[in-house]
């Protein structure tokens, strides 16, 4: 099975930068996903990992360590518009197929 | 590029009617679709899994007899909740991919059964 934990909740300052985590247990890691997703809204991609590394994008950056099962979304110049839930959702290659197990999602509150 | 829509994006319906959501790839062919289910401040739960052509495969503990999926084409599926009772109310999101890694998600249509 598939495990996958992330904080509920983060509140930071606009112009700031935060950090969200998220650390996974999966058989059959096959690649690590950040969606965003604003209330009442489906997610919208944001960043895929599959090796070791950080990979950046605009004002977001993401990490990933396999070894330690280990994540983290990075977002830098935060704007209140990124005021959202964000997904962090493995693939795995559990039961055939390449499914996607989402985490609970942490909701970002950005404040003046 | 890679837009999924669904339709309707919101339905109400009576208990025990039976209610069709639609999930389209417009800009691509999707080889597989996936349905999922999402109560609110939950996160996303996976119902099925469908590739154009064959069945869905229905993940542990949702009914397939209630929950029909139809995968007639490379760019569309549908969701068919029959016998809608109140505790079926929920979020319904599709998403697609096409045979890389990247799934895209559609709108998600809100279902109310009253």
């Known amino acids: 099975g598939q495990n996958i934990d992330q904080p509920t909740e983060m509140t930071a300052t606009e112009g700031a930068i935060v950090q969200i985590n998220c650390t996974y247990q999966?058989?059959?890691?096959?690649?690590l996903f950040w969606y965003q997703q604003h209330a009442g809204e489906a997610p919208t991609f944001l960043s895929y990992?599959?090796?070791?590394g950080l990979e950046e994008k605009g004002r977001f950056s993401s990490f990933l360590s396999r070894s330690k099962g280990y994540s983290y979304l990075l977002l830098k110049e935060l704007q209140m518009k990124d005021s959202a839930s964000y997904l962090c959702a493995v693939r795995g290659r559990t039961g055939g197929g390449n499914k996607l197990t989402f985490g609970t999602g942490t909701q970002l509150k950005v404040e003046l | 590029g890679a837009v999924v829509s669904q339709h309707p994006s919101r339905v109400i319906c009576k208990s025990g009617t039976s209610v069709k959501i639609e999930c389209r790839s417009l800009d691509f062919q999707a080889t597989t679709m996936f349905w999922y289910r999402q109560f609110p401040k939950k996160s996303l739960m996976l119902m099925a899994t469908s590739n154009e052509g064959s069945k869905a495969t229905y993940e542990q503990g949702v009914e397939k007899d209630k929950f029909l999926i139809n995968h007639a084409s490379l760019t569309l599926s549908t969701l068919t909740v029959t016998s809608a009772h109140p505790e079926d109310s929920s979020f319904y999101i599709c998403?697609?991919?096409?045979?890389?890694?990247?799934?895209?998600f559609g709108p998600g249509t809100r279902l109310t059964v009253t």
């Open positions: 990992n599959v090796l070791d």
């Open positions: 998403s697609a991919e096409s045979g890389g890694t990247t799934q895209y």
């Open positions: 999966t058989s059959g890691f096959n690649g």
